[in-house]
């Protein structure tokens, strides 16, 4: 076992989370080791997401329901990543040189039928409650904002600050900029097989690389941010209930619909990129890891998207592709310090919303990690509101 040199902190996954984590702390004056499995940063679901920036679109219907307190912490949490998208990608394109596409055009969730209307209409009178930018527009004014809107729309939802980004250029400078951090050590093709404690405090990783050979890593702190993977890190004092949810998803040459907002509609979203492309998501399946594509799936988003913007349905088909989101039993993040362990951190559990929520996600870490208060009340998101206390784990 090689002892590698003391550092503040270490960063288990290097997903786009992990990633801005670490950023965030050595913003904070930290040095950091960041350790990935994979042999490259952000190569999991940080670039399978479509990149949308839509805590109102995700929160709809919540707000709706009887009990929405869930929906209320959850949209709270995500407008605060949501305003943070703005200057963390003009300050990763200025760092690094590299383009990210922002797109700021607003959604619209659609209505097919006019029930679905009726709730989309209540949903747009919830948010303008919350002083939340949100409209109803009917079936004229949406095909007017979207004109390959099928002739059966009923009405629409428009969100003009829910925007998108490009998931994949984000993730790419973000792993850039690390990288090129001096004071962060990055270990890739490497995962945590020990979290060593003493008198109830992080004290180091034990690691393993892929050619077998261990590394100790001595840290007081230790950031677990390995998205649907955060459940299998070895030696946690607790048993973390993240669950793998898969998502499929398909590109298609969206030049035939000319769609400028992302649009949301029953069983599929669409977004357009600069490059023309429209991204089809995504299916939601316990399916393990498993991140194989099948035509049936495939078949299925599209015809849901061909459903309110028919043009869809004949478009040329690019890549498919699926990632696994981690979720959690209450699909709420888990964010927030170790109860039992000092120096122990979560940042994972992001479920459907790990671009939205990852900055935010790092400056509440890093917040922590330097003993100031988080940006925002993490109480609900409690590692502990969702594990098993594991005995005898740990241990010098
Ligand atoms: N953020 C949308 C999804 O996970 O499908």
Redesign the pocket.
């Known amino acids: 076992m090689v002892y590698r040199g003391a550092v503040d902190a270490v960063v288990v996954g290097g997903g786009l989370v992990g990633c801005l984590v670490a950023r965030a702390l050595v913003a904070a004056g930290l040095g950091v080791a960041l350790i990935e499995r994979d042999a490259e940063l952000g190569s999991r679901a940080s670039t399978a ?2 990149g ?1 920036l839509s805590p109102q679109m995700e929160a709809a219907e919540g707000l709706l329901a009887e009990s929405s307190a869930r929906a209320e912490t959850m949209l709270t949490f995500c407008l605060a990543g949501r305003d943070r998208y703005p200057s963390l990608v003009e300050s990763l394109s200025r760092e690094t040189g590299l383009e990210i596409e922002y797109r700021a055009r607003g959604t619209l969730v659609v209505a097919t039928e006019p029930t679905r209307a009726g709730v989309l209409a209540t949903a747009a009178a919830a948010h303008a409650a919350r002083g939340l930018a949100a409209e109803f527009v009917d079936h004229d004014a949406a095909r007017r904002l979207e004109p390959s809107l099928a002739a059966g729309i009923e009405g629409g939802l428009l969100l003009p600050d829910d925007h998108q980004v490009d998931a994949v250029a984000l993730v790419g400078a973000a792993a850039r900029a690390v990288a090129a951090e001096p004071q962060v050590r990055l270990e890739v093709n490497c995962r945590v097989v020990g979290v060593d404690t003493a008198a109830g405090r992080v004290t180091g990783v034990r690691t393993e690389r892929l050619d077998g050979a261990t590394d100790y890593q001595a840290a007081n702190l230790v950031v677990v941010a390995a998205g649907a993977w955060s459940g299998s890190v070895e030696g946690l004092p607790r048993r973390l209930d993240v669950l793998p949810v898969k ?1 499929q998803m398909v590109a298609v040459d969206g030049r035939v619909a000319g769609l400028t907002h992302t649009v949301g509609g029953h069983g599929a979203y669409c977004v357009p990129r600069g490059d023309s492309r429209v991204l089809i ?2 299916t939601v399946e316990r399916a393990g890891f498993d991140v194989t594509v099948d035509e049936t799936a495939i078949e299925g988003l599209v015809a849901a998207a061909a459903e309110y913007v028919p043009v869809l349905k004949h478009a040329d088909r690019l890549r498919a592709w699926a990632g696994i ?1 981690p979720g959690t039993p209450d699909a709420l993040p888990i964010v927030g310090p170790d109860p039992d362990i000092g120096g122990l951190v979560y940042a994972t559990g992001h479920y ?2 790990g671009i939205l929520l990852a900055p935010i996600t790092a400056e509440a870490v890093a917040a922590l990690a330097i003993g100031l208060e988080p940006p925002v009340d993490l109480a609900p998101f409690a590692p502990d509101r969702c594990t098993d206390t594991l005995q005898g784990v740990g241990g010098g």
């Open positions: 997401a479509a949308m998502g998501g995504a989101r459907r919303n």
